[in-house]
C-alpha cells in the first residue's frame, strides 16, 4: 500500500500530521504536506493512513493498493 499526495491540493491544515506525525509533516515554507512514510505497513499504520485520507479538507492523499 502506497499513500499519493497530489501536491496541488494541499491546503497546508495539517489535518494529516495530527492524525499520524510519523507519516507526516509540513513544509516551513508553505504548509503543504511532506510525506514521510509512503508505505504504511502494519494494521495501525494502515489505519491512521486511511483515517488521515478521510479528514484531509484539500481531498490530496489517497492510497494505492
Ligand atoms: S490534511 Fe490534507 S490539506 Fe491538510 S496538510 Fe495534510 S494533505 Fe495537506
Redesign the pocket.
Known amino acids: 500500500m502506497r499513500i499519493i499526495?497530489q501536491q496541488d491540493r494541499?491546503?497546508?491544515?495539517?489535518?494529516?500530521?495530527l492524525v499520524d506525525p510519523e507519516a507526516?509533516d509540513?513544509n516551513d515554507d508553505d504548509?503543504?504536506?511532506i510525506v514521510l512514510r509512503p508505505d504504511p505497513r502494519t494494521d495501525a499504520e494502515i489505519g491512521r493512513a486511511r483515517e488521515?485520507v478521510n479528514?484531509?479538507?484539500?481531498r490530496?492523499?489517497s492510497l494505492e493498493p
Not at 55 to 58: F, K, L, M, R
Open positions: 499526495a494541499c491546503v497546508g491544515a495539517g489535518q494529516c500530521v507526516f509540513q504548509g503543504t504536506v488521515a479528514v484531509c479538507p484539500g490530496t492523499l
